[in-house]
């Protein structure tokens, strides 16, 4: 493709302005049109972004020749938006997570490779310089060996914010703190840490009034062997989020080595500010549709945290250990 990719985006409010955003910085693109569900904020959108206003997703990319969106609405939506848009011709960049249900993802993945388009995920922190080394420092064994790994994400949400939309905090359409708060740092955790083989979690809903988790507490065993742990909660006060890897060599703690004794330091790059991921992302989505090849993080790839988080509801619900290979090929069905 040597014309400008034509982009959509679908749902406008919240990070689809983000991804707005992030395709102004990005050359080869040009965003020519929008879709919500509310017609009013769609043409603000689009009168504020200099493109066109629809209602209908699968309409804004026949009408206005889309070649790739992205998918911005609430999560339990994401596998009916994107499989209509997939199915009409366009290739989809689709925010966490690709959907709250493992059947749902399905459907999306099978209708891409059908209809020979790119189905893609967002998680713009495996963009970050810092947690890019840190993957290839467990690989190459440069932190020893792996003895633990940490994910926490202890946030606040207050009722309201629960209250703001009927289906937030609900199983159907959002998931809990894991689904929606934590699923960043739970993809880095395994993405870094080399794959998780089994989970034994406990969750509950203690402080807000909502159908799905605000806590949560997970005790991981990675591939490789060693242990781990999941924390996440969205109902405390001056809480923080944090990953770290941990090895016989030296450990990384959210952005930075820290190495023993005579051992070679290792530059980390740094992170990258807000806003700044997500052009790196959308950057590499719009050169794939492009360059033909795959994206930065493949539906497939994608859905190991989604399914991750199913897997701890499924050992919530059990009060039992889960193989997580077996989980994802339906043993537990």
Known sequence: MTEPVRY??????????THADALERVPGVDLVACADLNRAA????????GCRAYTDPTAMIRDAAVDAVSVCTPSGTHAEVSIECVETGAHVLCEKPLDVYGVRIDAMIDAA???????????QRRAYPCHQRARRAVADGDLGRMVLGTATVKWHRPQSYYDSAAWRGTREMDGGCLLNQAIHVIDLLQWIGGGVSGLYARTDTLAREMECEDSAAV???????APGTIEA???????????EINGTAGSYN???????????????????????????VVR????SVRDGRAPMVPAREARTAVDLVLAIYESAAREAWIDFDAFRAGDYE
């Not at 490779?113 to 998680?123: C, E, K, N, S």
């Not at 005790?219 to 062997?225: A, I």
């Not at 909660?233 to 990953?243: I, M, V, Y």
């Open 284 to 287: 590499d989505f719009v050169e």
């Open 219 to 225: 005790l991981l065993e990675f591939e490789n062997g």
């Open 113 to 123: 490779d059908a209809a020979g388009v790119t189905l893609a995920g967002v998680f």
């Open 233 to 243: 909660t969205t109902a405390t006060q001056g809480g923080t989020s944090r990953l």
């Open 8 to 17: 959509g985006i679908v749902g406008v409010a919240g990070i689809g302005e």
């Open 254 to 280: 959210d952005t930075e080595f820290s190495m023993g004794e005579g051992i070679p330091a290792i530059d980390a790059g740094g992170p990258l500010e807000w806003g700044v991921a997500h052009t790196e």
């Open 42 to 49: 769609a043409e603000s959108f689009a009168a504020e972004r």
